[in-house]
């Protein structure tokens, strides 16, 4: 499509860069980005993100119709990144800006044209879509058509859309809203963290103008591609890292929370008495997604991951949250990835090599005093709560 190519130069040309001969490694490429300016910061003197320690922090207040939260959503459309952005367009507690989709669950060959077929059923062609990352920031795209089906909407076949995506990319777009609105913008990201690394990289003063940061990643509990990392934060770890050491108020729907809230038979049901248009083509990728998770030898059941980030958006009581200093894995051969959780002080690193400088690699980040969180982690959720509300949204 030619309007996507006119939006992925730039990002592009950079992560074709990254891809040349002599690219850098992972260490070297974090140093030359704004994470690693931000985690030079946080490793001096733990600071975290202030408004994580200010008192009350966690109770937030439900956006209303009159005065909704504006969001970016960042997503790789996929079964549960359909349902979520569903969800988010019928909510009228919710503004969206923008949707920016990603390569993740499927190739941006699909991801793209998906969101685009997605806010056209949703009948909300006012939302601007921009096309963004190809590929992860350093490492070879790995995808999830296991689950999401070979187009991603598991095997679901809707109209072509007749809308185009802008002509910026998804990085530019993400930059161009939260700087015209400093302080006003939530990027919601459901898929890797690649379009967000990428705006904050390009704009070291993008990451105080943003609101918040909301994902749908990480467990501290576990992974669902490997052991160790959760889909998202495995394929684009590098991003992942810049995301969370950028300073920006952030909050961590993962496994912890997403592994209750599962997508049944007795659901989808109640999905198919839907009438609208958004609500049956939510029904249709399910049945289709359900059907093809029981084949074979080791039937599986949907988590409704992005979704539920949505919904907690909208009603802030769905999950409880708590605050933790979490870091990415990026160097691990079997743990790339994954997402390490301190709830409290002294926060310690791998031991350092014992032919190390005595002063490098020091095992200490953070002492019992110096100790501060840099996320918000969700660590329980309120299931009936959040299929009330996705399947009441989904069916009026």
Not at 170 to 192: C, F, L, Q, S, W
Not at 203 to 209: F, M, Q, R, T
Not at 293 to 299: A, F, M, S, V
């Amino acid at each position: 499509m030619g309007h996507e190519r006119g939006g992925e130069s730039r990002q592009e040309r950079e992560q074709e860069r990254l891809q040349e001969n002599g690219r850098p490694n992972r260490r070297e490429f974090l140093a030359g980005s704004v994470g690693a300016l931000a985690a030079a910061r946080i490793n001096k003197n733990f600071g975290g993100v202030s408004s994580l320690s200010r008192e009350g922090a966690a109770i937030e207040k439900a956006p209303t119709a009159a005065a909704p939260l504006r969001v970016i959503i960042d997503t790789d459309p996929g079964v549960d990144d359909a349902l979520a952005i569903l969800l988010a367009l019928r909510s009228p507690e919710l503004q969206v800006e923008a949707i920016t989709p990603v390569a993740g669950n499927v190739p941006l060959d699909f991801t793209l044209p998906n969101a685009l077929k997605l806010v056209e059923i949703a009948g909300r062609t006012d939302v601007p879509v921009a096309g963004g990352a190809r590929h992860p920031l350093v490492r070879k795209l790995i995808t999830g058509e296991r689950v999401h089906g070979n187009n991603g909407l598991a095997g679901v076949e809707f109209p072509e859309p007749k809308i185009k995506p802008v002509a910026e990319s998804a990085p530019e777009m993400i930059r161009k809203i939260v700087k015209a609105n400093p302080g006003e913008i939530t990027v919601v990201a459901v898929g890797p963290l690649t379009n967000v690394a990428l705006a904050l990289r390009d704009d070291p003063e993008l990451a105080a103008k943003i609101k918040a940061i909301v994902i749908m990643g990480g467990s501290l509990s576990g992974g669902n591609v490997t052991p160790a990392a959760e889909f998202n934060l495995y394929v684009d770890p590098e991003a992942a890292r810049i995301v969370f050491d950028a300073g920006v108020p952030l909050t961590m729907v993962g496994l912890d929370v997403t592994r209750k809230v599962l997508f049944t038979d007795q659901r989808l049901k109640a999905l198919e008495t839907a009438k609208n248009p958004s609500g049956i083509a939510a029904a249709k990728i399910m049945a289709a997604t359900l059907e093809h998770l029981n084949r074979g030898p080791h039937p599986m059941i949907e988590a409704m991951h992005d979704p539920l980030t949505v919904a907690n958006l909208i009603d802030p009581g769905i999950l409880t949250l708590k605050d933790y200093y979490v870091e990415v894995e990026t160097e691990g051969e079997f743990t790339a990835g994954e997402t390490i959780g301190w709830a409290y002080g002294p926060a310690r690193g791998s031991a350092p090599m014992a032919l190390a400088d005595k002063h490098e690699g020091s095992p200490v980040l953070a002492t019992e005093e110096s100790f501060k969180a840099n996320a918000r982690v969700a660590v329980e959720v309120d299931a009936e709560r959040f299929f009330r509300l996705l399947l009441g949204r989904l069916t009026a």
